[in-house]
């Protein structure tokens, strides 16, 4: 509901009231039980309840907002390290293609085999 369309309610409340209210031009209705529920002092204790969920909401709406920014901010970091982590792997690849080529790794005190075995684990995880 707008708040033009509450102000006119708020309005029609007050005039209600002055004029004796509902129930009084009602009355012996059958409606008139139910009139005396909808009272011009319920309807705007409704309305103030709307107000209030909606100030809650912006408030949820901005608590929102700051997540999802710190969710993509995460995400970014997270695929950096992700990207360096690939770079790393493919840099240790080409590591142990050359020992491999040379006959390096017999001079590497176990460096290269350290290599290929975390490479290994890395891939049997994949």
Do not use: Y
Not at 12 to 27: H, Q, T, W
Not at 70 to 82: C, F, H, M, Y
């Amino acid at each position: 509901m707008t708040n033009p369309n509450k102000a006119e309610l708020r309005r029609l409340c007050d005039e209600i009231e002055n004029c004796g209210g509902i129930a009084r031009l009602m009355k012996g209705g059958l409606f008139s039980s139910w009139i005396e529920l909808v009272s011009p002092s319920s309807v705007r204790a409704l309305l103030d309840e709307c107000d209030r969920l909606q100030a809650t909401c912006g408030g949820l709406d901005r608590q929102n907002d700051a997540i999802a920014e710190e969710i993509g901010k995460v995400t970014a970091e997270r695929d950096a390290a992700l990207a360096e982590l690939e770079a790393c792997k493919s840099q240790l690849r080409a590591l142990i293609h050359i020992s491999d080529a040379t006959g390096w790794e017999r001079h590497t005190c176990g460096e290269i085999a350290k290599a290929r075995a975390l490479l290994a684990k890395e891939a049997s995880n994949a």
